[in-house]
C-alpha cells in the first residue's frame, strides 16, 4: 500500500446503484474493503471512494448529510492524462446515469489557459471535475 493515499467518503441512498455507476465508468469495486454499509472503490493505487449508506455514514459525525442534489458540498477534481480520457469518462458517467453540468464561461477561461474539463453529477449529486491540462515542457 502506497504510503499516502486520499480516500473519499462519500454518502449515497442506494449503495448498489451507486457501485454500479463508479464500476460502469471503469473503476473497481475492492471486496475486501465492501459489505452491505460501504463499499471502497478503486479510482487508482492512490485514491479510493469510500460509499457509505446514510445511515453507516452518520456514525462518522454528528452533523447532518447535506443535500448533494440540491446545494454543493464539495468538487471532486481530477486530473487525468488527455482530453480524451476527460472525454471518455464523462461520457461513460452520462451512459451510466449520471449527468453533466455545463458552464460556457468556465469552458471558456480553461480553453484559454491551455485546459479541458467537463463536470458530471453521480446519481447522488456529487459533483466531479475531470480535467486535463497540458503542463510546460509535456
Not at 45 to 64: A, K, Q, S, V
Request: aromatic residues 10%; negative net charge.
Amino acid at each position: 500500500m502506497p504510503s499516502k493515499m486520499i480516500f473519499l467518503n462519500l454518502p449515497v441512498a442506494d449503495l448498489e446503484r451507486s457501485k454500479r455507476f463508479y464500476e460502469a465508468i471503469g473503476w473497481k469495486v475492492n471486496q475486501d474493503f465492501t459489505d452491505g454499509n460501504a463499499a471502497c472503490i478503486v479510482v487508482d493505487d492512490n485514491i479510493c471512494l469510500m460509499l457509505l449508506t446514510h445511515e453507516f455514514f452518520t456514525t462518522f459525525g454528528t452533523r447532518p448529510i447535506g443535500d448533494t442534489r440540491a446545494t454543493v458540498n464539495s468538487l471532486y477534481a481530477l486530473s487525468l492524462t488527455s482530453a480524451q480520457e476527460v472525454d471518455d469518462l464523462t461520457d461513460a458517467a452520462l451512459r451510466a446515469g449520471g449527468t453533466e453540468e455545463v458552464n460556457a464561461d468556465k469552458r471558456a477561461q480553461e480553453a484559454e489557459v491551455g485546459m479541458h474539463g467537463r463536470t458530471f453529477l453521480d446519481p447522488d449529486g456529487h459533483q466531479w471535475e475531470p480535467f486535463y491540462m497540458a503542463y510546460p515542457g509535456n
